[in-house]
């Protein structure tokens, strides 16, 4: 079955660490680019960040951009976010998401999420 | 940045009505644009890709026009499960810019 896997989420202190995982299933990882993208409580999508095939070009949102880091490894099938310093206003159902073809393009294929929560 | 403008933000509806969403650019982004669906607990679904074009597997009373700056998503017949959020969004190379979505309930 064609899926996105989500996991590592959790409950982390203000300006601590988190790393989330996104594990594919069903088609050859290597050749999508991945994004993602979260929703706080009660509030709308946001785009995160988005990387390529081989993992160069990652593009951040302002909001996230030198705190958070997208990676994949390719022999893993797996996309990872490093989070670092985060902030109450980072709390959030974090979804991966497969680029349809190439880097512009919708996303066709998402995980169910991953929930980070940030509080003391 | 552009920004999108979806309108509007909750839509009261029957079965069966024929349903209308509007998304709109700050500047052209010619025909980048998306739909997704969005229901409490389940994965988001893409549904309009390119602005018009259904994505697979979708049904076909969804569809999307507009190009340049406005676009709209249209459901010809709503059906019991089509009850969800909608969200447009832009795509480029380099980013993503959702609109605020719409919330569409049973009137």
């Known amino acids: 079955e064609v899926q996105l896997l989500e996991s590592g989420g959790g409950l982390v202190q203000p300006g601590g660490s988190l790393r989330i995982s996104c594990g594919a299933a069903?088609?050859?990882?290597?050749?999508?680019?991945m994004s993602w993208v979260r929703q706080a409580p009660g509030k709308g999508l946001e785009w995160v960040s988005v990387?390529?095939?081989?993992?160069?070009?990652?593009y951040y949102a302002d909001s996230v951009r030198g705190r958070f880091t997208i990676s994949r490894d390719n022999s893993k099938d797996t996309l990872h976010l490093q989070m670092d310093g985060l902030r109450a206003e980072d709390a959030a159902v974090y979804y991966c998401a497969r680029i349809r073809y190439g880097l512009l393009d919708a996303f066709d294929l998402w995980g169910q999420g991953t929930l980070v929560t940030v509080s003391s | 940045d552009i920004q999108m403008t979806q309108s509007p933000s909750t839509l009261s509806a029957s079965v069966g009505d024929r349903v209308t969403i509007t998304c709109r650019a700050s500047q052209s982004i010619r025909n980048y644009l998306a739909w997704y669906q969005l229901k409490p607990g389940k994965a988001p679904k893409l549904l309009i890709h390119k602005a018009s074009t259904l994505a697979s597997g979708v049904p076909a009373r969804f569809s999307g026009s507009g190009s340049g700056t406005e676009f709209t998503l249209t459901v010809s017949s709503l059906q019991p499960d089509d009850l969800a959020t909608y969200y447009c969004q832009h795509y480029n190379a380099y980013s993503r810019t959702f609109g605020q979505g719409t919330k569409v309930e049973v009137e």
């Open positions: 990387i390529s095939t081989s993992g160069g070009s990652p």
């Open positions: 069903g088609f050859t990882f290597s050749d999508y680019a």
